[in-house]
């Protein structure tokens, strides 16, 4: 039960017949029994612990017997509860094979031939397969998988087809591996989302203002500036800053649509409407009109990136301190821009009086409400929450 093997040792001074099968045993006088039991790595437990905690489904592949890997399995952390099965019970059929590489967790007496098709049906089921193996019976189950890893004490031609090589075969190593990939798949999904509501606004601006002919709200050097201050420096510090948000496992194009449409649509309605505002009903001239369109794009565009981690299912994960202090300072940037009179005179811009400021604001909340109220459409509900995507390791 705790998988241990045990080797027992006899002497005898009875002749070894020349035929064992055809002669009886000899008597053997008990010497003694040696146990022998698996070592554990150190960090095997803490690795294991990681990779649950991220998610990662784990599979555990061996070619000892049940009583061996299950106890090794149970002492770095798999849960009791998990599937097991042997060799001789996986079916042939490779839609069978994938049902049950998924319903379980520990598979023991496995050979080459089962480790290789096991990988390959979960490769086919849309999982995206990391192995780690360190002998040559290995070699065509990590051939198969989409990421290699090799110990660095393994066989040579282990090493050869791996991706990675742990050179000191310490899986401490692969927690630090999977969360800066993680880091940056999480980045990616946030800037991709900030560069496409840019794109989205920018296409509405075009469709709405410029096509019918009506005077445009900004002037390029506006726009400029407001790409710097919601575009340019949050993409740089969220290419830098730690990212520990849940890892998106659904459809990468419908994510960033549900969140860059509706914010991209907002975001030209609200500036056109600031623009109209100050410039057509107030009577307040064309370059307050554009400068109040300016700050309500700005303060859209801030305000957006502060959310560009929620999203359906996503609506309880806090705003990180770092980003809201990103967001004051820009803010802060901004006012001081306005405030400046050669700069302010730079990109042609004025200073509001409060009736501007009101306006202003007031057209950044309908800029807020129709964003809230598209993303609750269920047609955008819908893209953000189908996962049709293949999985994460």
């Not at 149970?74 to 049902?99: I, N, Q, S, T």
Request: aromatic share 6%; glycine share 8%.
């Amino acid at each position: 039960a705790a998988g241990r093997r045990v080797v027992a040792f006899g002497q005898s001074g009875a002749p070894l017949p020349d035929d064992p099968k055809a002669a009886p045993a000899p008597r053997l006088t008990p010497l003694a029994l040696v146990v022998l039991e698996e070592t554990l790595r150190p960090d095997a437990a803490e690795t294991i612990a990681f990779m649950r905690e991220q998610e990662v489904d784990l599979k555990l592949i061996s070619g000892d017997a049940r009583a061996t890997v299950t106890a090794v399995a149970y002492a770095v952390g798999v849960p009791r509860e998990a599937g097991v099965v042997e060799g001789p019970e996986l079916p042939e059929d490779p839609e069978a094979l994938a049902e049950v590489a998924l319903a379980n967790t520990i598979f023991c007496r496995i050979k080459p031939e089962q480790k290789k098709a096991l990988v390959a049906a979960l490769v086919g089921a849309g999982r995206y397969v990391a192995m780690i193996g360190d002998g040559v019976n290995d070699v065509p189950a990590l051939k198969t998988a989409r990421m290699a890893v090799a110990m660095g004490s393994g066989a040579q031609v282990t090493k050869g087809v791996a991706d990675v090589v742990l050179l000191k075969d310490q899986f401490s190593r692969l927690p630090e591996a999977v969360g800066e990939g993680r880091r940056i798949a999480r980045n990616i999904h946030r800037l991709g989302r900030l560069y496409l509501t840019k794109t989205v606004y920018a296409a509405a601006l075009i469709l709405l203002v410029a096509v019918p002919g009506f005077a445009f709200p900004f002037l390029p050097r506006h726009l400029t500036l407001a790409a710097l201050l919601t575009i340019g420096i949050p993409s740089f510090v969220l290419a830098l800053a730690p990212s520990d948000g849940p890892l998106y496992r659904g459809h990468l194009l419908r994510s960033l649509a549900a969140f860059a449409v509706p914010a991209g649509l907002a975001t030209a309605l609200g500036s056109i409407l600031s623009f109209f505002l100050v410039d057509t009903v107030a009577g307040d001239g064309l370059e307050a009109g554009r400068t109040a369109a300016t700050t309500t794009l700005i303060i859209l565009g801030l305000a957006f990136v502060l959310l560009l981690e929620r999203g359906p299912g996503r609506e309880h994960i806090a705003i990180q301190s770092y980003m809201l202090a990103m967001v004051a300072g820009l803010g802060a940037l901004y006012a001081l821009i306005l405030a400046a009179a050669p700069v302010r005179d730079f990109f042609q811009m004025e200073l509001l009086n409060s009736t501007e400021w009101f306006l202003a604001m007031l057209s950044t909340a309908v800029g807020l409400i129709i964003a809230s109220a598209l993303w609750r459409l269920p047609a955008i509900e819908r893209l953000e929450t189908l996962d049709d995507a293949p999985e994460g390791p």
